[in-house]
């Protein structure tokens, strides 16, 4: 917090001035920088989950529906298709003759499908859990938090600009009655009040930008993390592949 408050008295110290100096822009320029940083990892993070979530086969569970089963999930994988036709000829070869070696190749072949079927699924989840679901919290609960704060600091801002209005416009009055001068002296609170307001609104936003960028090197590891599931995902591949090679050559 001592860290945040350094920060907050550089960026309110280096305010840009608009009109007057009673009139200070909504933002220091130092934070505009940052909510325009924030804003592009809003951009990337939002473009990301399309893309994750379109490079997936299986399809997501959505809220509210029930879980996805195993059969759905894998349905449309290739190697589902696969396992299916090379099972399929395997049978129907063995039918004419028990000892068909293309039979047994296909056999075998659809063996490997299935288990490729097995890591994709395994694959395609953690990708889900581990990135996609861990992306969607920022989108979904960090950022519409920052933004809501960041309405109720422009709200904060216009009614300081009403109220500082019409005190001005009371006080330019040629009638100096005692009235008007309770009016103004009541505005002059109101314009008080408004610039606490408008204060707290600005740390407020300011604790929130500052705390979401704090958090880049944690977004930064979820892209990592997905980099090592595809190290993970085709090393098992690979292993299967091998596995089976050997195999195949025994048959033939």
């Known amino acids: 917090m001592n860290q945040f408050n350094k920060f907050r008295d550089f960026v309110h110290g280096n305010s840009v001035l608009l009109k007057s100096k009673n009139d200070r822009q909504i933002l220091s320029t130092e934070v505009m920088k940052d909510e325009k940083h924030m804003e592009n990892i809003k951009t990337i993070l939002t473009t ?5 979530s379109n490079s997936l086969i299986s399809p ?12 759905k999930k894998t349905k449309k994988f290739p190697s589902t298709s696969l396992n299916k036709f090379f099972n399929e000829a395997s ?12 039979s047994k190749t296909l056999l075998t072949c659809s063996q490997l499908q299935n288990e490729f079927t097995k890591i994709l699924a395994e694959h395609e989840s953690n990708i889900e859990n581990d990135c996609l679901n861990q992306i969607e919290k ?12 960041r309405k109720q600091l422009t709200k904060a801002y216009e009614e300081l600009k009403t109220a500082r209005s019409k005190h001005d416009s009371f006080t330019r009055s040629a009638q100096q009655s005692l009235d008007i001068q309770n009016k103004i002296e009541t505005l002059k609170k109101d314009v008080e009040y408004n610039e606490h307001k408008l204060e ?3 740390d407020a936003y300011e604790i929130e930008i500052f705390d979401f960028l704090g958090k880049e090197l944690t ?9 090592k599931l595809l190290e993970i995902y085709h ?10 090679i050997p195999v195949l050559e025994g048959v033939l």
């Open 48 to 52: 990301a989950e399309k893309k994750l």
């Open 60 to 71: 997501r569970r959505t809220i509210g529906t029930d879980p996805v089963t195993s059969e």
């Open 91 to 102: 049978e129907l070869l063995s039918i004419t003759k028990n000892d068909s070696v293309l």
């Open 138 to 149: 920022y989108i979904d609960v960090d950022l519409p938090s920052i933004h809501r704060t």
């Open 200 to 202: 707290q609104c600005q």
């Open 219 to 227: 977004i930064s590891e979820i892209f990592f993390q997905y980099i």
């Open 235 to 244: 090393e098992q591949m690979l292993q299967q592949i091998r596995h089976y």
